[in-house]
């Protein structure tokens, strides 16, 4: 099927992600009858849609097992079960992207394009992985499926800006996050001889970094705001907070190649996670 379903508009391909339960469907890239890029021009007219179309074995469900330590994969199912939850997040990230395009259709224009753009770039993520772990002898929804990064929905929509939310949620919260993940897990695959995978890894972290500068270029953009830092502790959702958008391993050069200013890297570097005691809990 790649490569050959086309598209008449944004909003058609988008609609065709969510409603398709298959994953082969999923993965059809955003082309237009003459085979090229499809414009990023939009209806105007907001579609919201609650949850993606899922097949019985992909579904997404909430909550999932731990991932097994990094010391544990020097075997190849421990490895197949973190690539598998990797691969959901990626779907979910295409799925709401895709969603987003259809929510927002006043965002600007150069944004729906870098959006558009970012959603291929997680198609061929899932790719990525998917192959990967067809060579384990495994496959995508051999676990439980989580639908973590849809829950985040409720409150993006809530938000008095949208797009703002929406790019505090994916681009500078869950994909900064990955900034780290990503070298963590690449650093632990090669450790167990596993050089596919963590190339895979590298190749997904190169990526992040171009998304972290679209979401936060744009950030200041739909907000007026002068500073990033400040534009983002006023618009990401709760429960959401700096300290989701982390690893154990902080790295500070992807962050400045994806051009984040010192003060957001350190407000980031130094989050703690809320507190049932905390009022800011509350908002």
């Known amino acids: 099927m790649r490569g050959v379903h086309t598209f008449e508009s944004v909003e ?41 179309a899922r097949a019985d074995l992909i579904q997404i469900r909430n909550g999932s097992d731990k991932l097994p330590h990094l010391h544990e994969l020097e075997d190849p199912h421990a490895r197949a079960v973190c690539l598998e939850r990797f691969a959901n997040h990626e779907l979910m990230a295409v799925e709401l992207f895709a969603w ?28 990525l992985y998917v192959d990967r772990l067809n060579d384990l002898g495994s496959g995508l929804g051999q676990n439980q499926l989580s639908d973590y990064f849809w829950q985040q929905v409720p409150g993006i929509r809530a938000s008095t800006n949208g797009p703002a939310a929406f790019l505090c949620v994916m681009g500078l919260t869950l994909e900064q996050a990955n900034l780290d993940f990503s070298l963590l897990y690449r650093d632990a695959f090669r450790r167990h001889e596993d050089e596919l995978s963590a190339a895979a890894m ?82």
């Not at 298959?22 to 579609?47: C, F, N």
């Not at 259709?105 to 790719?127: F, I, K, S, Y």
């Open 12 to 52: 058609e391909f988008c609609l065709h992600v969510l409603e398709s339960p298959d994953l082969e469907s999923k993965l059809v890239p955003p082309r237009g009858p003459d085979g090229g890029r499809l414009g990023e021009a939009s209806t105007g007219k907001p579609i919201f849609i609650d949850r993606p």
């Open 100 to 127: 987003a395009l259809l929510a927002y259709p006043e965002m600007p224009a150069g944004l729906r394009r870098g959006l558009l753009h970012v959603l291929e770039e997680e198609q061929g993520h899932v790719r």
């Open 202 to 283: 590298h190749e997904v972290h190169l990526d992040e970094i171009g998304h972290v500068r679209l979401a936060a270029r744009w950030l200041t953009k739909v907000t007026n705001a002068e500073r990033d830092v400040d534009a983002y502790a006023e618009h990401v959702p709760y429960p959401l907070s700096a300290a989701r958008a982390k690893g154990r391993r902080f790295d500070v050069a992807a962050r400045r190649r994806a051009g984040l200013s010192e003060d957001f890297i350190d407000y980031v570097r130094h989050a703690r996670p809320y507190r049932k005691t905390d009022p800011s809990a509350t908002r």
